[in-house]
């Protein structure tokens, strides 16, 4: 197949990739092995600092991605109240991105500038870290922009992982943010084939984002089963949850959602849900292929999901469909 050359936005520009297709965080699921994969099909991997819980695993992991790729990549620091996860292990990511000079970070939760200051933000810049964060409002996009970030995610509520409870869809969030920063723009949410990423481009976005996606691909490590799972189920097959304490998620829908939603109808509080969606229930069901075991947060998006190709195929597969998109829509105004 022939090599296509560089797809021209605010994002290949920025980081001087092939592709405007950026992998979206996944706690347990963004290893080295996927995030270089992606990386080196042209698009722009993902390592999600919070699989490590000490310096010398992170940093262990951004060599452990540098042998498998000399392609950037991007780290995710996740800023949300956790059990697991305390300031100290962000601080910790935050050194480590500094001295090994990753390319970008995605944050998300609580913005770097309000989390440990704007002297944060300057220090990363320093060390020539692109910074982005992932929003669900404008008026969230519009305080990053004003805190020095270099682009946003524009998160709309079809996304799996924590949408934000405002519930407004990629479809109406990617051109308000883009209308409303000028900084650049991806969008977020319901994307996993080229049709998706020809309208995010033709709503105002510089490029896309996606996650779920990326599961069911041949390098992610998760068990056979739960890629299998993913292509068998529908777009109607996630489910909001957790608006009772404060952070909402999407997940598949199975019996520990159902169990789930079931104690906070009934007003059942953090303390009785933990239990149900603990780090290491939700990691071991990924490992085991226990889609029952634990929430598993997909998207939407999981309803575009028809194969599970390498990453270079899947990457390839959508940069020709955007093109044969994009040409058909040009063609009827013409
Ligand atoms: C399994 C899984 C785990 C995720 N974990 C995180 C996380 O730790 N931090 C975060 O900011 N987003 C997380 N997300 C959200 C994604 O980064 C992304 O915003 C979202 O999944 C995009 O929607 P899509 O999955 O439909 O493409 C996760 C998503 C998935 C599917």
Sequence with gaps: MRERGMIKTAITELFG????????AMMWLCKPRLCAAISNAGGMGNLTAGNYECEDDFRLAVKQVRELTDKPFMVNITLHPSVRLTPEHHRMYLKICCEERVAGIEFSGTPVDIAFGPEAVMRLKEAGIRIFHKVGAVRHAIHAEKAGYDGI???????????LSDDVTTMVLTPRIAESVNIPVVAVGGIADGRSMAAALVLGADGVMMASRFIATKE????PDIKRELVRRHE?????????????GRALKTKTIADIIAIEER????????PHMSGQRIRDAWERGDVDHAPLMVGQSIGLIKNVPTCKELINDMITQAGACLARVNGIFQ
Excluded: N, R, W
């Design 267 to 274: 007003g059942g509080g953090l303390a009785e849900l933990m």
């Design 17 to 24: 990739i092939q592709y405007p297709i950026i992998c979206g």
């Design 236 to 248: 109607f097959d996630t489910v909001l949850f957790g608006k009772s304490i404060g952070l909402q």
């Design 153 to 163: 995610y524009a998160a709309g509520v079809e996304e799996g992982g924590h949408p």
């Design 220 to 223: 992610c490590e998760v068990h």
